[in-house]
């Protein structure tokens, strides 16, 4: 019964499993390991809907840089503390690293352009063209009319595979624009429920 929606049943699944012996924090475990087929985890994980944000920082020339993302938590209220996951090797991963910055903007059911103008590849110029844009404490961009926005700096950054998971303190945060959330599944998106 693992495979409930047909086209699931289609992908190939593999899985390997390992055991190995673990001290931490002076526990011991036995950890399994089982892998599965980066298509088919895609796959399953698109049936999970999240909120869509806009995460942007600096670059080096002093200029915008953001990308559409939908790995994003709230992680602590004291301190007050955020999460977004990005891909390790791409360019957002290293311009927060560098500049040590970045802002998260929530959309709104309205903002379906902007999520998906941010989610392609482009030029960082192209994409502000889009939306009221203002600067942050800072200095990264806050979109005016979201539905929320947080202006955090970073406290870590953790590798997880092929992503880092980047731990951002709030040092601001605002809600202009309370609305309905723009929402990601299944590779498309949708409006959230009404209030």
Do not use: K
């Amino acid at each position: 019964m693992r495979n409930t929606i047909p086209f699931l049943a289609a992908l190939p699944l593999r899985r390997t499993e390992t055991q190995r012996y673990r001290v931490r924090d002076s526990v011991s475990t036995i950890e399994t390991e089982a892998a599965v087929e980066p298509a088919y985890l895609r796959t399953v994980l698109a049936q999970w809907a999240s909120g869509v944000v806009i995460v942007t920082t600096i670059r080096e020339d002093g200029e915008r840089h953001g990308m559409t993302a939908s790995s994003f938590t709230s992680v602590a209220l004291d301190p007050p503390l955020v999460s977004v996951c990005l891909a390790s090797d791409g360019t957002t991963c290293r311009m927060v690293r560098r500049s040590g910055v970045f802002a998260v903007n929530v959309l709104g059911s309205e903002h379906r352009d902007i999520g998906r103008r941010f989610a392609e590849p482009g030029q960082d110029a192209d994409r502000f063209a889009v939306g009221d844009w203002s600067t942050a404490t800072t200095g990264a961009a806050v979109l005016t009319d979201a539905t929320a926005w947080l202006d955090c700096v970073v406290a870590a950054c953790h590798p997880a595979g092929d992503h880092t998971i980047v731990l951002g303190m709030v040092r601001d945060a605002a809600v202009p624009r309370p609305a309905e959330p723009l929402i990601y599944h299944d590779r498309t998106y949708h409006e959230g429920m009404a209030r």
